[in-house]
């Protein structure tokens, strides 16, 4: 938590024993409250115009909000945003059905509706009403500019799943990464070398050289159901020990990997020392963040390096394909970055997935796509 916010927290604006009515006297004072929407859903706090006889006998005070702003909206179930709009006269949802909907864990629940969030529902009614009125003004105003990514990290994005229409701001369109405090004592030539350079916003290294060649039936199952790639959790520790080399800090650098074995892979290898790399385990209290892409959404960093950890293509019809494959997963995992973004994978193992062949084809476009294991500066064909 920023520093600067701590002293607007609830907890530091009452006293160190804070009783009810002066809590409740100081959000009657205050123009604008930020919380959780959890906070809303639970009873400590009643709207007005819901206090019973009772409750008011007891000097109760209902609160009531002219306006309820709810962000990240596509990820909340209905029951728990209704908790927040309750209290609200009026209420304006910010959101992106592009990406992640609410997280529902129980498939029957999931498939009965609960995991569309309110936004889409109230999304979905716009559009259709849109169709039917010729001279209406819709409900929803498009967010058109972004001020994240650099263009060319947002372009893919932008072209599949936004109809080219995301657009980004000039101040931010060009940004790239500043390795001024880095001077090589000689001319570098590896693969990692070349994609970190600045004026490369977008790489994707090919790890298909470091793979074992599967001679068996049982090697090549097990390659193809496997969630972890020790050999691309290596890359992304040689890419993360380059970033550093070059002044990038860890809290800079964001890694994403789609499922949570591999992560834990990743995490094997970046928090353990290997005398053989000459690799010097990070600190357990490093801001670096390894995690999975859907809690990766709504974060950013300056670098992120995405693993896909699939080394065979998975069979039609499995999960892990229909994982890989979500339109809305890989939209957020491609829409981290600010000023680099490093794509590691087995080109061949992905590139007859839906989506990830375009993604390939824009990377080579860019002439973008290079071999992991070869030091080498020239760009696979």
């Given at each position: 938590?920023?520093?600067?916010?701590?002293?607007?927290?609830?907890?530091?604006?009452?006293?160190?024993?804070?009783?009810?009515?002066?809590?409740?006297?100081?959000?009657?004072?205050?123009?604008?409250?930020?919380?959780?929407?959890?906070?809303?859903?639970?009873?400590?706090?009643?709207?007005?115009?819901?206090?019973?006889?009772?409750?008011?006998?007891?000097?109760?005070?209902?609160?009531d909000?002219?306006?309820?702003?709810?962000?990240?909206?596509?990820?909340?179930?209905?029951?728990?945003?209704?908790?927040?709009?309750?209290?609200?006269?009026?209420?304006?949802?910010?959101?992106?059905?592009?990406?992640?909907?609410?997280?529902?864990?129980?498939?029957?629940?999931?498939?009965?509706?609960?995991?569309?969030?309110?936004?889409?529902?109230?999304?979905?009614?716009?559009?259709?009403?849109?169709?039917?009125?010729?001279?209406?003004?819709?409900?929803?105003?498009?967010?058109?500019?972004q001020?994240?990514?650099?263009?060319?990290?947002?372009?893919?994005?932008?072209?599949?799943?936004?109809?080219?229409?995301?657009?980004?701001?000039?101040?931010?369109?060009?940004?790239k990464?500043?390795?001024?405090?880095?001077s090589?004592?000689?001319?570098?030539?590896?693969?990692?070398?070349?994609?970190?350079?600045?004026?490369?916003?977008?790489a994707?290294?090919?790890?298909?050289?470091?793979?074992?060649?599967?001679?068996?039936?049982?090697?090549?199952?097990?390659?193809?159901?496997?969630?972890?790639?020790?050999?691309?959790?290596?890359?992304?520790?040689?890419?993360?020990?380059?970033?550093l080399?070059?002044?990038?800090?860890?809290?800079d650098?964001?890694?994403?990997?789609?499922?949570?074995?591999?992560?834990?892979?990743?995490?094997?290898?970046?928090?353990?020392?290997?005398?053989?790399?000459?690799?010097?385990?990070?600190?357990?209290?490093?801001?670096?963040?390894?995690?999975?892409?859907?809690?990766?959404?709504?974060?950013?960093?300056?670098?992120?390096?995405?693993?896909?950890?699939?080394?065979?293509?998975?069979?039609?019809?499995?999960?892990?394909?229909?994982?890989?494959?979500?339109?809305?997963?890989?939209?957020?995992?491609?829409?981290?970055?600010?000023?680099?973004?490093?794509?590691?994978?087995?080109?061949?193992?992905?590139?007859?997935?839906?989506?990830?062949?375009?993604?390939?084809?824009?990377?080579?476009?860019?002439?973008?796509?290079?071999?992991?294991?070869t030091?080498?500066?020239t760009?696979?064909?």
């Amino acid at each position: 938590m920023a520093e600067g916010v701590r002293p607007h927290l609830l907890k530091g604006l009452v006293d160190e024993s804070p009783h009810p009515e002066a809590v409740h006297d100081l959000l009657h004072s205050m123009p604008v409250i930020a919380s959780t929407t959890a906070t809303w859903s639970s009873d400590k706090y009643m709207p007005a115009h819901m206090l019973t006889s009772e409750d008011i006998a007891r000097k109760q005070s209902g609160l009531d909000f002219d306006v309820a702003i709810i962000d990240e909206a596509g990820q909340l179930t209905v029951p728990a945003i209704l908790g927040a709009l309750r209290f609200a006269r009026r209420f304006i949802l910010v959101g992106d059905e592009k990406q992640l909907p609410p997280l529902v864990l129980n498939p029957e629940a999931a498939t009965q509706g609960l995991s569309d969030s309110l936004f889409s529902h109230l999304k979905r009614f716009d559009d259709d009403y849109m169709q039917n009125q010729a001279v209406a003004i819709s409900a929803c105003v498009p967010l058109r500019t972004q001020y994240r990514m650099n263009k060319w990290i947002s372009n893919f994005s932008s072209t599949v799943f936004y109809e080219r229409l995301l657009l980004a701001h000039p101040s931010i369109a060009e940004r790239k990464l500043d390795f001024t405090s880095f001077s090589p004592a000689r001319q570098e030539t590896t693969a990692i070398a070349e994609v970190l350079k600045p004026g490369r916003p977008l790489a994707f290294l090919d790890s298909s050289p470091l793979q074992t060649e599967a001679n068996t039936y049982e090697a090549r199952l097990s390659a193809s159901e496997s969630k972890t790639s020790n050999a691309e959790a290596r890359v992304v520790r040689d890419i993360v020990a380059e970033l550093l080399k070059r002044g990038i800090t860890p809290k800079d650098i964001g890694i994403i990997a789609p499922f949570r074995a591999q992560v834990a892979t990743i995490r094997r290898h970046l928090f353990s020392s290997d005398p053989t790399s000459g690799w010097e385990a990070l600190s357990t209290s490093s801001l670096l963040s390894v995690d999975t892409v859907d809690r990766f959404q709504g974060g950013e960093r300056m670098v992120i390096i995405m693993s896909f950890a699939t080394s065979q293509e998975p069979p039609a019809g499995s999960q892990r394909r229909d994982f890989l494959t979500n339109p809305h997963r890989l939209n957020v995992a491609l829409t981290r970055a600010q000023r680099k973004l490093i794509l590691i994978g087995c080109v061949p193992a992905l590139e007859p997935l839906p989506l990830f062949s375009r993604l390939i084809t824009y990377c080579r476009s860019m002439k973008a796509i290079f071999p992991a294991a070869t030091p080498t500066l020239t760009p696979t064909p």
